[in-house]
């Protein structure tokens, strides 16, 4: 090796050699269960609940329904007059039409503004972990589910929780 080649070894040596020695600080954390524990999504679920019950109350009834006439249709087979059976069966496939209309909107509607409320969320929890790992003098949080294995002492997800609750208190 050349004299050069040797002095530039040693240099890049003594310039990386504070590098190996700070260590990064790193922690985990489970987002799904962070986000989903705090106060404020345990609320928004009870309130998209209440406020969706009666359409699912509606959907529910709707199904007994069609159950009931479905029924009727097996225990009268042979005894119903054709006009009669035929009104039956229609009478259900109107409830079936309306029942899978109901479905359709009420999962599109809970999706979106559940979509909306886990969003929201999730920005706030980003938030929360910047400020959190700042606190801690973190390098890095990672999700649990992108770790094979870590040790519980660097898991974060209930400071996270409380961090989260008290910088978004419910109202």
Same mark, same amino acid.
């Given at each position: 090796?050349?004299?050069?080649?040797?002095?530039?070894?040693?240099?890049?040596?003594?310039?990386?050699?504070?590098?190996?020695? +700070?260590?990064? &600080?790193?922690?985990?954390?489970?987002? /799904? #269960?962070?986000?989903?524990?705090?106060?404020?999504?345990?609320?928004?679920?009870?309130?998209?609940?209440?406020?969706?019950?009666?359409? $699912?109350? $509606?959907?529910?009834?709707?199904?007994?329904?069609?159950?009931?006439? /479905?029924?009727?249709?097996?225990?009268?087979?042979?005894?119903?007059?054709? +006009?009669?059976?035929?009104?039956?069966?229609? /009478?259900? $496939? #109107?409830?079936?039409?309306?029942?899978?209309?109901?479905?359709?909107?009420?999962?599109?509607?809970?999706? #979106?503004? #559940?979509?909306?409320?886990? /969003?929201?969320?999730?920005?706030?929890?980003?938030?929360?972990? &910047?400020?959190?790992?700042?606190?801690?003098?973190?390098?890095?949080?990672?999700?649990?589910?992108?770790?094979?294995?870590?040790?519980?002492?660097?898991?974060?997800?209930?400071?996270?929780?409380?961090?989260?609750? &008290?910088?978004?208190?419910?109202?």
């Amino acid at each position: 090796m050349s004299r050069k080649s040797l002095l530039a070894l040693a240099l890049c040596s003594v310039a990386l050699a504070p590098a190996a020695v +700070a260590q990064t &600080k790193v922690a985990v954390i489970n987002t /799904q #269960r962070a986000i989903l524990e705090t106060a404020e999504i345990k609320k928004a679920s009870a309130d998209l609940q209440a406020k969706y019950k009666p359409r $699912q109350d $509606q959907l529910d009834k709707l199904q007994r329904e069609i159950a009931d006439l /479905q029924t009727q249709l097996e225990s009268s087979a042979g005894k119903l007059s054709p +006009a009669g059976q035929a009104d039956l069966e229609a /009478q259900g $496939q #109107r409830k079936q039409r309306e029942a899978q209309r109901i479905s359709e909107d009420l999962q599109a509607d809970v999706d #979106r503004e #559940r979509n909306d409320v886990l /969003q929201r969320a999730q920005t706030r929890m980003s938030e929360v972990l &910047k400020k959190l790992a700042d606190e801690k003098g973190l390098d890095i949080v990672v999700d649990t589910s992108a770790v094979p294995f870590f040790k519980l002492t660097v898991e974060l997800t209930d400071d996270a929780i409380k961090a989260y609750d &008290k910088a978004y208190p419910l109202k």
